[in-house]
């Protein structure tokens, strides 16, 4: 089958087990909005942490978030970052008022000196204009701040303001702002202003923008993702991204949350990636390890049923069968198993035994089931390989 045609019968499994399509409770990326934890509860406590840090201390905090591929980082980025999950840890701590503004930045793959530094940069940059664009509070902020820089990222500020006009029924509207000089100055595509000369004038953008939102939003987070890619990266390339990230900090002292996120199994790896003086501004790293117990296995799938897809576990898979499948994923992927892997292994169980049992409009996947689609899921995939082999 190729891909699509197994996604499709995926979807039809799912259905046949009552679990809505689009309640996919074993996602190979994490959704678009994440409102349910099913990860390891030690990793949940330590960005738990890192919230709270960030609600009773006014001061900018970097947090370094690595582990291996689908080890949950981006997952466990989006929770925190979801209103639902703010609103949680608010009311336990009282602070019922705090907002944050919350934002996920990918690095690109370099293919020259700087092009990785420079589109962190300016996601941040388009990220905070987005924000401010669609909120008439901070329309309102930026019209009226004075605190906007100086030379030409002064000016870049005032002509993008002039593009903020107030309508007929005394609403702001941002007009083509992606069209102004200002923008494309900030945005450092070619602009009549020039172009930013250095690291500095980067940052000093940055604290603009993140001076504005701090007027509404009583923290900036900001998730650097997919940093890996700094391994790839010439010398001059990791010391600029060092650069840019240390004096952010520096700079922004108060009310910004920087997560910088890395597909590496050691620290050791973010190391050689990252200068020292960046690191010395660390406030915590979080490893998420792989998984490797098999109670946590069986809880992740578990909660994964009941939380994602709001149905009861039971009514859908055996516990024995849950059981049976993390006992075999331990042993298996001897110490490398992830969270991702664990989702595609339901993925091929759950097609698996929906084509096994024959289809049926609706089902359940018992430990009989399991046990037999296992073995004919095994004969199968042996008889294919030898099937190739023969007709080469």
Request: charged fraction near 30%.
């Amino acid at each position: 089958m190729s891909s699509d045609t197994e996604m499709e019968q995926y979807a039809v499994s799912l259905n046949a087990l009552g679990i809505h399509r689009n309640l996919d409770p074993f996602p190979f990326d994490p959704p678009k909005e994440v409102d349910y934890w099913a990860d390891n509860k030690n990793m949940l406590q330590k960005i738990v942490q890192a919230q709270i840090d960030s609600m009773m201390f006014a001061s900018s905090f970097i947090y370094i978030l690595y582990g291996p591929v689908g080890g949950g980082k981006t997952f466990a980025v989006k929770y925190l970052a979801n209103p639902k999950t703010q609103k949680r840890i608010m009311a336990s701590l009282e602070r019922p008022t705090f907002e944050s503004l919350n934002m996920r930045v990918v690095a690109v793959a370099p293919m020259r000196a700087g092009q990785l530094t420079f589109s962190l940069y300016r996601n941040i940059v388009e990220n905070c204009f987005s924000a401010i664009i669609k909120d008439q509070d901070l329309l309102t902020i930026l019209k009226k701040t004075t605190d906007i820089g100086t030379g030409k990222i002064k000016a870049a500020f005032q002509d993008i303001r002039k593009m903020t006009i107030r309508s007929l029924e005394g609403r702001l509207e941002a007009r083509n702002i992606e069209q102004s000089e200002g923008y494309k100055f900030l945005t450092q595509d070619r602009s009549r202003l020039g172009k930013i000369q250095d690291v500095n004038e980067l940052v000093e953008v940055i604290r603009v923008l993140v001076k504005i939102a701090s007027e509404k939003y009583e923290r900036v987070i900001i998730s650097l993702d997919e940093l890996e890619n700094l391994r790839r990266a010439t010398g001059t390339e990791r010391v600029l991204c060092s650069d840019l990230l240390r004096k952010m900090h520096e700079t922004i002292e108060y009310n910004m949350t920087l997560f910088l996120i890395f597909t590496f199994e050691t620290f050791e790896e973010i190391e050689q990636v990252l200068q020292p003086a960046l690191l010395s501004r660390v406030k915590d790293t979080i490893e998420f390890p792989f998984v490797k117990d098999k109670s946590e296995v069986k809880e992740y799938i578990t909660e994964c049923i009941s939380m994602r897809s709001k149905v009861n576990p039971d009514d859908v898979i055996e516990p024995e069968v849950i059981d049976l499948i993390a006992s075999s994923l331990v042993v298996n992927f001897k110490g490398r198993l992830t969270f991702r892997a664990i989702n595609r292994e339901m993925h091929r169980i759950f097609t698996s035994t929906y084509i096994f049992a024959k289809r049926p409009p609706k089902y359940e996947i018992t430990a009989d089931l399991y046990k037999k689609t296992m073995k004919s899921v095994r004969a199968e995939d042996i008889v294919k390989q030898i099937t190739e082999w023969v007709n080469k």
